[in-house]
């Protein structure tokens, strides 16, 4: 629409091989191809997604709340695009956002399969990260992975996670309720009010 302007935060990072920027509305049709084309790569540990999660259609709702959130500060939902920005190489959410005593988040990511193995998420995740600490001023951020996810496990070990314990049954993943690894990266030199 002419004239609109939006308010949501314009938030876009780069590296050297990516952009890392928020999503938004016009973000749906590329979302939509993302999931369409890694859908059975992605089954084994994703959530059961319905039809919607691959059409343009089914993203237009999700990116309205997705927005809100943003605006909100409760979720920062990032797209990693190639540097011109016209696809989707994967996902980074950093979402339940809760300040006060905590300052902390969850950290939930995905790379389509074409580009696995070649160090893009640990390079996105590293900028992300980065924003998400000293721009959000988060403390504790959290990520979870499956037992048999050993390069998830290996891509939080390399960029600082910790493991903190073991939680039966966590998430339902694929229709199953899977055991996940709890682990957390805190910032150390973190200080009210920046």
């Given at each position: 629409?002419?004239?609109?302007?939006?308010?949501?935060?314009?938030?876009?990072?780069?590296?050297?091989?990516?952009?890392?920027?928020?999503?938004?509305e016009r973000d749906a049709w590329r979302l939509a191809d993302y999931?369409?084309?890694?859908?059975?790569?992605?089954?084994?540990?994703?959530?059961?997604?319905?039809?919607?999660?691959?059409?343009?259609?089914?993203?237009?709702?999700?990116?309205?709340?997705?927005?809100?959130?943003?605006?909100?500060?409760?979720?920062?939902?990032?797209?990693?695009?190639?540097?011109?920005?016209?696809?989707?190489?994967?996902?980074?959410?950093?979402?339940?956002?809760?300040?006060?005593?905590?300052?902390?988040?969850?950290?939930?990511?995905?790379?389509?399969?074409?580009?696995?193995?070649?160090?893009?998420?640990?390079?996105?995740?590293?900028?992300?990260?980065?924003?998400?600490?000293?721009?959000?001023?988060?403390?504790?951020?959290?990520?979870?992975?499956?037992?048999?996810?050993?390069?998830?496990?290996?891509?939080?070990?390399?960029?600082?996670?910790?493991?903190?314990?073991y939680a039966k049954e966590y998430l339902l993943i694929d229709g199953?309720?899977?055991?996940?690894?709890?682990?957390?990266?805190?910032?150390?030199?973190?200080?009210?009010?920046?």
């Open positions: 629409m002419f004239g609109y302007r939006s308010n949501l935060p314009k938030v876009r990072l780069t590296t050297d091989r990516l952009v890392v920027r928020l999503v938004y999931y369409a084309e890694n859908r059975q790569f992605l089954k084994p540990w994703e959530p059961i997604r319905d039809d919607s999660h691959c059409y343009p259609s089914g993203w237009q709702a999700r990116l309205g709340m997705i927005g809100e959130m943003h605006k909100t500060g409760s979720a920062y939902y990032f797209a990693l695009l190639d540097p011109e920005e016209k696809e989707i190489r994967g996902v980074a959410n950093f979402s339940n956002v809760v300040r006060g005593s905590f300052h902390a988040c969850y950290l939930g990511y995905s790379l389509g399969e074409k580009w696995q193995g070649q160090g893009m998420m640990f390079e996105a995740l590293t900028t992300a990260i980065r924003y998400m600490q000293r721009s959000q001023n988060i403390h504790r951020i959290m990520a979870n992975y499956m037992p048999h996810n050993q390069r998830s496990g290996d891509l939080l070990a390399r960029l600082g996670f910790e493991k903190e314990g199953v309720w899977r055991d996940h690894v709890l682990t957390a990266l805190t910032t150390k030199e973190w200080t009210p009010g920046r």
